[in-house]
DNA sequence: CCGAATCCCGGCAGATACTG
DNA sequence: CAGTATCTGCCGGGATTCGG
């Protein structure tokens, strides 16, 4: 069966359920976080750690979005120091195997891609 | 083997390759192009009717990129008027089966994150 | 028919400083 | 430790107009 006779899946509603994830998960940081958790329940400070580059105010925001839709569950326990514990749900890990797809196509296009992109700012400037 | 030794794929080098590939095809319209361009080749015209609510400018600037990234090939008819057509390269046609697996997550996974949102939406204001 | 050029706006995201 | 508050710049993207 040919390809594109899957891709109505896609262009299906005129996109608006691939928009729907897309605004979701493609923001800078929502990725990479949901990645850092399949490691299994971290803290705020540790997410900190691991997600080179994030600001304190982006990890926030991120992970609101992630547990407002469902995907990362929030645990405060009552103590002193204080201590926030962030772990994927189901719903979450299961975004992990599409997840994966892209990232495995990333790896094995994207040098490709960069060589082409330079030809054309070559030829163009 | 558990999901997570696999995530590393993402992670890996701090998400840049991750990174790379997102900034390319996580904006408003490229899936959105690319799937419509895996019936075969279009034309501009047919590509802006096809694709429900883009811009011209959008639309130019979307396969413009495309084509910088090797994704996409433009062919220019020396004709009047003029005619141009587009079609997936190989590389571009690649890209279909990982933004499948997305769209299935999406439409699976959508409608209970819809609920979540709406919910939480609820209890937060 | 196929674009390029210009103007404009909202929202994302970074930096920094402050709080329970 | 785990956030919130505020200020700021940048850029994606829409509308419109003009050109080949």
């Known amino acids: 069966m040919p390809q594109q006779e899957h891709t109505c899946m896609i262009r299906g509603d005129g996109g608006r359920t691939?928009?729907?994830?897309?605004?979701?998960?493609?923001?800078?940081?929502?990725?990479?976080?949901?990645?850092?958790?399949d490691q299994g329940t971290l803290r705020f400070g540790d997410l900190h750690e691991q997600v080179p580059g994030i600001s304190q105010r982006m990890l926030t925001l991120t992970l609101r979005n992630l547990e407002r839709d469902g995907l990362v569950a929030r645990t405060v326990h009552a103590e002193v120091p204080p201590r926030v514990e962030?772990?994927?749900?189901?719903?979450?890990?299961?975004?992990?195997?599409?997840?994966?797809?892209?990232?495995?196509?990333?790896?094995?296009?994207?040098?490709?891609?960069?060589?082409?992109r330079a030809a054309y700012e070559d030829r163009a400037g």
């Open 86 to 116: 962030y772990a994927l749900t189901p719903e979450g890990k299961s975004l992990i195997p599409p997840a994966l797809a892209l990232a495995g196509w990333a790896i094995e296009h994207v040098p490709q891609i960069e060589a082409s």
């Open 18 to 37: 691939l928009r729907a994830i897309l605004d979701r998960i493609c923001n800078k940081w929502t990725l990479l976080v949901v990645a850092t958790l």
